[in-house]
């Protein structure tokens, strides 16, 4: 008898029961899963563009320094033309290493090679290619690459 007064009280005609409230929470999960996917890949993809974009703004700060100065300081290098060298550090490293050091412990960028080789007899044109890395979401390495041509003026 008292069973049947609490069984009573708990079930109502306009009520909903357990296996309801069950399949419901089921069918929202399901719905919402596909979303939160969709928004993760979304912000991976964000992210790797942001990386990607950083890295050409490295390297074009880069070119901007190295323009910056006199073609002479490259000329002093000892190196015949058509054979690839390293780059002095003195001529590109005078603001962007602080900004290299704050990318590569916080972003994870790093200047890997910065070469350079003059394309005529006379030492008046040179080609510099540098290329920065980094380490993508699924921990593979990326890089970027920039070269473009110093030419000396009169």
Known sequence: ????????????????????????????IAGLIPIYRSLSIFSATEIETTKLAMAREILNSL?????????????KTSFPPQTEFDLPQQ???????????????????????VKAKFNNSERTIAEIKATITWTKNNSEKHEEKLSFLWVLKD
């Open 1 to 28: 008898m008292i069973l049947k007064k609490i069984n009573k009280a708990f079930t109502n005609k306009f009520g909903i029961g357990i296996l309801e409230v069950t399949i419901a929470v089921f069918v929202l």
């Open 63 to 75: 070119r901007n320094e190295v323009l910056n100065q006199p073609f002479k300081e490259l000329q």
């Open 91 to 113: 001529l590109y490293i005078t603001n962007l290493q602080k900004v290299l050091d704050a990318e590569k412990k916080y972003k994870d960028f790093e200047l890997t090679q």
